[in-house]
């Protein structure tokens, strides 16, 4: 499992709520569950008691992104650290579950948590994960999609840190939006233009008179 999967746990667990929206996602034990993916041994230590414990968790890692979206480098890392110290990971080599043509283990990095209960162990790796996209692509590619209402984290991974939105229907959504507005500005301006025309003609017409 390569290093940088282990982000998206980060971005999951943010992204079960909406708060300007109202909505949560993480309501319940298979909620939690859910959020681990394939992940099912994992999974099944969640309990009752882990949807309060993921729900805080959840809101220090939005302040991650959201220190990260101000441009708040120092806040970020500092708030990123503190979950780091929290929830410690054992790195370890692994081989399991990949094997090449020869059927040798393809070994990689794996990050083995030691957790006392599910929210621990999906902490540390969430933490851990945002920690290595942070350090190897920058604070500014932690981000908060910007088409309103939503506010969803994202990784950018795009080559030119363009990433705006996170999806493509945000995307779409927010052009809609500025391309309506365009309009709107212009038939408003056309409109003005007109009335002001039309003034100047009457009070040409009143002077000639």
């Not at 996602?25 to 414990?53: I, K, P, Q, Y």
């Amino acid at each position: 499992m390569e290093l940088a999967y282990y982000s998206d746990y980060a971005v999951r667990l943010v992204n079960s709520e909406e708060p300007a929206r109202g909505k949560d996602s993480l309501t319940s034990v298979d909620a939690v569950r859910d959020l681990f993916g394939g992940n099912s041994s994992a999974a099944r230590r969640a309990t009752d008691a882990d949807v309060t414990r993921f729900r805080s968790v959840r809101a220090r890692l939005r302040a991650v992104f959201e220190a990260a979206d101000a441009d708040d480098e120092t806040l970020a890392v500092d708030l990123l650290n503190s979950l780091l110290l929290e929830f410690p990971v054992s790195p370890q080599i692994s081989g399991h579950d990949f094997r090449d043509d020869d059927g040798r283990p393809l070994w990689h990095m794996h990050l083995a948590d030691h957790p006392s209960n599910a929210t621990a162990g999906y902490a540390a790796i969430a933490a851990m994960g945002l920690a290595f996209h942070l350090t190897e692509y920058g604070v500014d590619r932690l981000g908060l999609c910007e088409a309103a209402p939503c506010r969803n984290a994202y990784l950018d991974t795009s080559t030119n840190r363009s990433r705006r939105y996170c999806s493509d229907r945000c995307a779409t959504r927010a052009n809609v939006a500025a391309y309506r507005a365009r309009k709107r500005l212009e038939a408003d301006r056309s409109d003005r233009t007109g009335r002001t025309a039309d003034s100047a003609q009457r009070s040409t017409a009143s002077g000639e008179r």
